[in-house]
């Protein structure tokens, strides 16, 4: 049986394990650089809201900004701490380019818009929702443009900060269970400070945590993020931009598809979207079929096992 060494203090012994900070201290370090660093680099660009007004309609080329910010930050904060405070490659964080990335990247888009397109006509069918209009090619052309662009920043971000390091971490602490779970509740906290989000707090918190457990289980199937980043890029791109659904409380001033709703808040989400809602509950089943089919017919079986030890 082996133990500390005599020699090492009260704090020492708490804070490090192996001679690193442990994995749990990791996390936190974690998320106070990447936060205090997307402030400093959004002040250095003169930044202060992606959402200058607070109100709900949030201005694009700000949100691109501030995704953009985040994004450099996420994962340079992640890349420097795995390389010298984790000591563990950075190819274990799931965004490895070796291998058919850039399939899993396509399949996970083609999945968003899947799940979104069963959204909007699960509505549709229940006479929850009602198209109003289309916009011009020219307004389509104008919002995709700065749009697609945030939200793949966006994806990559996100799925950086929840199930790359800090999932990495919290599996090499605790174990997979404890990892899958935590970093589904930290999701679905992290959103709850945008508009609509408590106007029904509990299927708010459903819905988040159910598309936070989807994203998980694809990680776990095909050992990388590029699934997730693709599903949460087209998820948010269909959602908002095409269909016209409020994403996570924020609406947008020209979608491609204008909708009115008349549904339940409990079915269609109210005015946080479909997160909040069965809608999506329902559509992530749907992905989730379509997920264990890809996988049962070996379309994840080519895919380089570049994880840890500790998630073999």
């Given amino acids: 049986m082996t133990g500390q060494p005599a020699s090492q203090s009260l704090g020492e012994r708490v804070l490090l394990k192996d001679n690193k900070l442990r994995p749990g201290f990791r ?25 200058p007004g607070g109100g709900e309609t949030i201005s694009p080329s700000a949100m691109l900004a501030f995704e953009a910010c985040l994004t450099v930050c996420a994962f340079a904060v992640a890349f420097l701490f795995r390389r010298f405070l984790d000591q563990r490659s950075i190819a274990s964080l799931g965004f490895s380019v070796r291998g058919p990335w850039l399939r899993l990247l396509s399949i996970g888009c083609g999945l968003g818009v899947a799940m979104q397109l069963f959204v909007f006509a699960l509505e549709d069918l229940l006479g929850y929702s009602h198209f109003a209009a289309f916009a011009t090619a020219r307004q389509d052309a104008a919002v995709l443009t700065v749009l697609l662009p945030t939200f793949a920043l966006l994806g990559l971000a ?155």
């Fill in 27 to 51: 996390v936190l370090v974690y998320i106070i650089a990447t936060t205090v660093a997307t402030v400093l680099l959004s002040a250095l660009i003169g930044l202060t809201s992606p959402s």
């Fill in 158 to 312: 996100e799925e950086m900060l929840f199930r790359g390091y800090i999932l990495q971490n919290i599996w090499e602490a605790w174990g997979p269970i404890a990892a899958v779970a935590l970093t589904s509740a930290l999701f679905a906290v992290a959103h709850l400070g945008n508009p609509g989000s408590h106007a029904q707090l509990a299927f708010t918190l459903i819905g988040l945590v159910a598309y936070a457990l989807w994203a998980c289980i694809s990680l776990l199937w095909t050992k990388s993020l590029w699934l997730a980043v693709g599903v949460h890029f087209m998820w948010n791109v269909f959602e908002g931009p095409v269909l016209g659904f409020p994403v996570s409380g924020f609406a947008f001033p020209s979608t491609a598809i204008r909708q009115t709703f008349t549904g339940p808040h409990w079915f269609t989400g109210g005015p946080f979207g479909p997160e909040a809602g069965a809608s999506a509950v329902l559509a992530l089943a749907f992905g989730y079929v379509l997920l264990s089919l890809l996988k049962r017919q070996g379309a994840f079986a080519d895919v380089a096992d570049e994880r840890e030890p500790y998630a073999r």
